[in-house]
């Protein structure tokens, strides 16, 4: 079975870093997009970075650019999100998605930036 557990929410204070991994499971023949979205209260969900298997460009939201990296394993097993500086207004559930024929998406890891 497919599964995507994400790993490394919590809370942290405005400047701090947290590092979420998610860790990608049950796919034969791998996953090629892989990504990070995140939803506020209230708010669209959005995406926040991805990275494909093949060029592994990544790509960034405007607001998260400079701040947050997305890197993958050499296995392509798992992927990264490590995010600095981080701001109040970056608190929102960080939900890991990957996708071959199918969409796949975890259960989401809250994100909590507070002093």
């Known amino acids: 079975q497919v599964q995507l557990v994400e790993s490394g929410g919590g809370l942290v204070q405005p400047g701090g870093s947290l590092r979420l991994s998610c860790s990608l499971s049950?796919?034969?023949?791998?996953?090629?997009?892989m990504r990070w979205y995140r939803q506020a209260p209230g708010k669209q969900r959005e995406l926040v970075a991805g990275?494909?298997?093949?060029?592994?460009?990544?790509n960034y939201a405007d607001s998260v650019k400079g701040r947050f990296t997305i890197s993958r394993d050499n296995a392509e097993n798992t992927v990264i999100l490590q995010m600095n500086n981080l701001k109040p207004e970056d608190t929102a559930v960080y939900y890991c998605?990957?996708?071959?024929?199918?969409?796949?998406w975890g259960q989401g890891t809250q994100v909590t930036v507070s002093s």
């Open positions: 998605y990957a996708a071959r024929f199918r969409e796949y």
């Open positions: 049950g796919s034969i023949f791998g996953f090629n997009v």
């Open positions: 990275i494909t298997s093949g060029d592994g460009t990544p």
